[in-house]
């Protein structure tokens, strides 16, 4: 059986509540790493896997279990505790 593809089963109002807690914006997430807004959007809504984004909520303290991260960044978080 195949497996649903990352981010299908990412929590979007959950990541939302969790910047909101961190007075952080999607906005602000996008003009720091200098993408458009529509790509983080996309990212927390699981539509798109941008690593650099999901590397960025992380980052913010975002629960990984929210996020629904790829297999490759899941492997880097369980080793580590933190994406590298």
Aim: aromatic share 4%; no cysteine.
């Amino acid at each position: 059986m195949r497996r649903a593809r990352p981010g299908k089963k990412r929590r979007f109002r959950l990541i939302q509540e969790a910047m909101d807690q961190r007075q952080m914006y999607f906005r602000d997430v996008a003009r720091e790493l200098g993408v458009s807004k529509t790509l983080v959007m996309k990212t927390a809504h699981g539509e798109g896997n941008s690593r650099r984004v999901l590397k960025r909520f992380l980052e913010l303290g975002i629960d990984p279990a929210l996020l629904d991260l790829p297999e490759d960044m899941q492997a880097e978080t369980t080793n580590t505790g933190a994406v590298a």
